[in-house]
């Protein structure tokens, strides 16, 4: 099994709106797609983002595959950069161009 993080900083006054975007875009498309196991949106408060944006928030999606090729399906010929969305920019993310690609060794959860 494979994960695929992909992380954007995001104003917090557009948190709750990105995420409903994230999900009707990124993640509706990742589901569709043959090889996918299922996903996480993870949140941090930017305090001591490296921007200096202290009134944004870091999210990460992470998603995970059966295999990369399952990852090709959804990411295309190169995986390793980031899949955008049109209307992204109407939430002043800051994205992440490329993305890191994990091999799960172990996985429990309670």
Request: aromatic share 8%.
């Amino acid at each position: 099994m494979l994960a695929r993080e992909w992380k954007c900083l995001c104003p917090r006054r557009h948190r709750e709106g990105f995420l409903k975007h994230l999900e009707l875009t990124g993640v509706r498309e990742a589901k569709a797609t043959p090889g996918y196991l299922g996903h996480q949106i993870l949140e941090r408060l930017c305090e001591t983002c490296p921007t200096g944006r202290s009134s944004s928030v870091e999210l990460a999606l992470v998603t995970y595959w059966e295999s990369m090729q399952a990852v090709q399906a959804f990411a295309g010929p190169d995986p390793e950069h980031a899949v955008l969305y049109p209307g992204d920019e109407r939430f002043e993310i800051v994205p992440d161009k490329h993305v890191r690609h994990y091999e799960v060794l172990e996985q429990e959860m309670k």
